[in-house]
């Protein structure tokens, strides 16, 4: 499978995961799926960093793009920190910023898999796209199991 394809599968489960949570009525159990879904978006957020960004970086053609999807993700970043900081998911303005979460999220896809993903396979053979979704998906595991590791510590 290529960082493609993972690339996809994790971005259609962020939308369907935002959906619910928008749709979910109880604010505790909204709270909940909050929870997950900044962990999940965060560690892969920072697993395409690494192992997709950093490549098309690189590149003379993949540069750009590369350096506004991070500071799309740095965006992103503050604004799931002030949604777990303001633990209230019963609140209106809660529900506003998740709303504006879930319009930057849909802006920055469609961005990363229309140019970026054309820019990607100009760049990279489907070999080196297959290596990058194996590297893709170890690195996601590393960072889950640390980010767990510091929980269960806390």
Request: glycine letters at 4%.
């Amino acid at each position: 499978m290529t960082i493609l394809d993972r690339l996809t599968a994790d971005h259609d489960e962020f939308k369907g995961m935002l959906k619910t949570i928008l749709a979910t009525k109880d604010a505790k159990q909204r709270g909940q799926l909050f929870e997950e879904f900044k962990s999940k978006l965060t560690t892969h957020s920072r697993a395409e960093e690494k192992i997709f960004y950093r490549p098309l970086e690189k590149t003379e053609e993949g540069k750009t793009e590369a350096l506004e999807g991070t500071v799309e993700h740095d965006v992103v970043y503050r604004l799931l920190a002030d949604l777990a900081a303001a633990r209230q998911p019963e609140a209106e303005k809660w529900m506003a910023r998740c709303t504006v979460l879930q319009e930057l999220l849909e802006h920055h896809i469609e961005e990363e898999e229309g140019d970026f993903f054309k820019i990607a396979r100009k760049l990279f053979d489907r070999a080196a796209l297959e290596k990058m979704g194996k590297d893709f998906a170890a690195e996601k595991s590393k960072i889950g199991a640390s980010t767990h590791s510091a929980a269960a510590a806390e």
